[in-house]
């Protein structure tokens, strides 16, 4: 029996499960913040848009959207499996080619920044 | 004091010789709270229809027999309390699982896919008795004592909808039956079964539903057991594929 080629997906679902379960409490916590007009010096443009000018800091930005966006995509192919929709080929060209897409508009636009 | 009630027990029936389709049949049965599910199915065969047919033998959750739905959820007829249940409890046989005669299933598909995993000690190297015992520490034996724990009664595969979905899918007993010798340190059979656990039909059909270990009896727990493999088998994926000098 072939071996399956399943685990490029899985390896950036559970990836993208571990970083996003840490770091979307605090995006949720720090727009909360924003919304409520709280911003302290930390978080002003000027200081966000220095750490993702910086190398390290576009590929740490670049890693998070990466993994969450394979998380997403992956989930969402198995939700709509498990909802009864019988198309799993489909469906994973679909949410993986959307996957793709924003992969290439991060790179894209954390390399104008 | 036991106290005595009276419960309409509603028991698939098909005899292939004679039925063209399955149908119900409904037993009132005198039983004490204490009874299990198979307590009641037993007094039926042995009061009032000798014809009912279905698997049990040890009547103490080891044997792994007495599997049936038990008012539409896998479960051992053995651990199956009555006091649990209401005055109507419907029994049928195993989900996913073809009927073979009343509440017994065929379950040759589980036999062979457990038999392909093959579940039993591959030693990393042959050793003459003479050079005594393979050794293991405790914290050896606790990494895969949970796993050793299964009875094959196959709750798990009723219970499993992407089993139900698609029936080659390998499911939760032979995986963690796999991975429980896998994890053993005197094992080294692992390649070997990758070959088929690692395969599409195997752990990747899987998408962590989860009601495996729901439903499991010994508290198995194959949905974690099935999880570790993914993880291990994730890793020699991209070890085979991005790394290719890396010798196994």
Not at chain 2, 15 to 22: C, I
Not at chain 2, 230 to 235: C, M
Request: aromatic letters at 12%; a negative charge.
């Amino acid at each position: 029996m072939a071996k399956s080629n399943k685990p490029i997906f899985w390896g950036l679902f559970a990836a993208g499960g571990t970083v996003t379960a840490f770091v979307t409490p605090a995006l949720v916590l720090i727009t909360l913040f924003a919304a409520m007009r709280f911003s302290p010096d930390l978080f002003t443009y000027e200081v966000l848009h220095a750490f993702a000018a910086n190398w390290l800091g576009k590929l740490i930005i670049f890693g998070v959207i990466l993994v969450s966006l394979w998380h997403a995509a992956h989930r969402l192919r198995v939700t709509v499996h498990d909802f009864g929709v019988r198309a799993d080929t489909l469906v994973a060209y679909v949410v993986y080619g959307i996957a793709g897409l924003g992969t290439f508009v991060t790179i894209v636009y954390l390399l104008r920044i | 004091m036991s106290e005595e009630r009276q419960i309409q027990l509603e028991v698939l029936r098909y005899n292939p010789e004679t039925d063209s389709q399955p149908r119900f049949q409904t037993y009132t049965v005198p039983c004490v709270n204490e009874w299990v599910v198979l307590d009641a199915l037993n007094y039926v065969k042995e009061n009032l229809d000798p014809t009912l047919s279905y698997r049990w033998s040890c009547h103490m959750a080891v044997c792994g027999s007495c599997g049936y739905m038990i008012n539409g959820e896998p479960k051992l007829g053995c651990k199956a309390f009555i006091h649990e249940y209401g005055d109507h409890i419907r029994v049928e046989p195993l989900a996913h699982f073809p009927i073979e005669r009343d509440l017994v299933t065929v379950v040759e598909d589980f036999i062979a896919k457990l038999a392909s995993v093959k579940p039993y000690l591959i030693p990393k190297e042959d050793k003459p008795i003479s050079a005594g015992e393979f050794k293991q520490t405790p914290a050896e034996l606790m990494k895969f004592k949970q796993y050793t724990l299964c009875i094959n009664c196959m709750l798990c595969y009723a219970a499993c909808p992407q089993y139900g979905l698609v029936p080659e899918f390998l499911g939760p007993a032979a995986i963690s039956m796999a991975h429980r010798y896998n994890q053993d340190s005197r094992d080294g059979g692992r390649d070997q079964r990758q070959e088929v656990v690692a395969s599409d039909e195997g752990v990747w059909e899987c998408s962590f539903v989860g009601a495996c270990s729901e439903v499991c009896p010994k508290h198995v727990d194959p949905a974690g057991a099935l999880q570790q493999v993914k993880v291990a088998s994730t890793i020699d994926w991209y070890k085979e594929h991005l790394m290719p000098w890396v010798k196994k």
